[in-house]
Nanobody
Framework: QVQLVESGGGLVQAGGSLRLSCLLS????????MGWFRQAPGKEREFVAA???????YYGDSAKGRLFISRDNAKNTMYLQMNNLKPEDTAVYYC???????????????????WGQGTQVTVSS
């Protein structure tokens, strides 16, 4: 059974930084493409960033220049480094996984087969 567990969320002041982690178990990590989404209250789940098994990365408009995705295949872990955080970054952040053979776009919720429970990020002004 595939499991994704996020960690690293919390409360931070505007301009601060956080690093989120997502640990995958139950499947060979380098056979899974990974992504980060976020969902603010009353809004739809939004694509943040994705990274393929070969470390090719993609970013949503909200992430460009401030948020950086990476993965460590030896540790079965994906990261999201978030810098210069803004109050509008406040959301629950979810990590997601998609089998690498699926060839999916990775920017859509429906591209992913596995989801974590989410970690709350709150940015105060």
């Amino acid at each position: 059974q595939v499991q994704l567990v996020e960690s690293g969320g919390g409360l931070v002041q505007a301009g601060g930084s956080l690093r989120l982690s997502c640990l995958l178990s139950g499947r060979t990590f380098n056979s899974v493409n990974m992504g980060w989404f976020r969902q603010a209250p009353g809004k739809e789940r939004e694509f943040v960033a994705a990274i393929r098994w070969n470390r090719t990365a993609y970013y949503g408009d909200s992430a460009k220049g401030r948020l950086f995705i990476s993965r460590d295949n030896a540790k079965n872990t994906m990261y999201l480094q978030m810098n210069n955080l803004k109050p509008e970054d406040t959301a629950v952040y979810y990590c997601a996984g998609a089998p690498s053979y699926s060839g999916s776009d990775l920017r859509r919720v429906q591209d992913y087969a596995y989801w974590g429970q989410g970690t709350q990020v709150t940015v105060s002004s």
